[in-house]
C-alpha cells in the first residue's frame, strides 16, 4: 500500500499557472503509474493526465493538452502537474492515484491508491 499527498494548490487568476506534487510514501519499492483526476462541484471525478512508470508515456485529457504537463521523479518518489493557462472550468479539488496496473489509464477504478486531493481556484 502506497500513501499519497498532494500540494500545491491554490488560488490564481485565469491565464495564470500553478504546480502540483503528489509525494509517495510507504511501499515505493514497485513504480506505479501514476495519474491526477478533479472534480469539480456537483460533478464525477474525471481523469486529467497519466504517466508511465518511467516517466516515458504521458496522457492527458484532450482539453488541457498543450496546457498540462505530468511528469514524476522517481528518486524522489514524486509526482508532478504542471497546470499553464489555467482557465475556470480548471477549478476542482485535484486527486493524485496511484495504478494497480503496470500501465497508465484513464479509469478512476483502475487507481488503487489516492490522495486526500488539493484545491485548485481559477477565478475569471
Known amino acids: 500500500q502506497v500513501q499519497l499527498e498532494e500540494s500545491g494548490g491554490g488560488l490564481v487568476q485565469a491565464g495564470g499557472s500553478l504546480r502540483l506534487s503528489c509525494a509517495v510514501s510507504g511501499r515505493t519499492d514497485t513504480t506505479r503509474p501514476m495519474g491526477w483526476f478533479r472534480q469539480a462541484p456537483g460533478k464525477e471525478r474525471e481523469f486529467v493526465a497519466a504517466?508511465?512508470?518511467?516517466?516515458?508515456?504521458?496522457y492527458y485529457l484532450d482539453s488541457v493538452k498543450g496546457r498540462f504537463t505530468i511528469s514524476r521523479d522517481n528518486a524522489k518518489n514524486t509526482v508532478y502537474l504542471q497546470m499553464n493557462s489555467l482557465k475556470s472550468e480548471d477549478t476542482a479539488v485535484y486527486y493524485c492515484a496511484a495504478s494497480r496496473l503496470p500501465i497508465p489509464t484513464m479509469r478512476p477504478g483502475d487507481f488503487g491508491s489516492w490522495g486526500q486531493g488539493t484545491q485548485v481556484t481559477v477565478s475569471s
Open positions: 504517466i508511465s512508470r518511467n516517466g516515458g508515456g504521458a
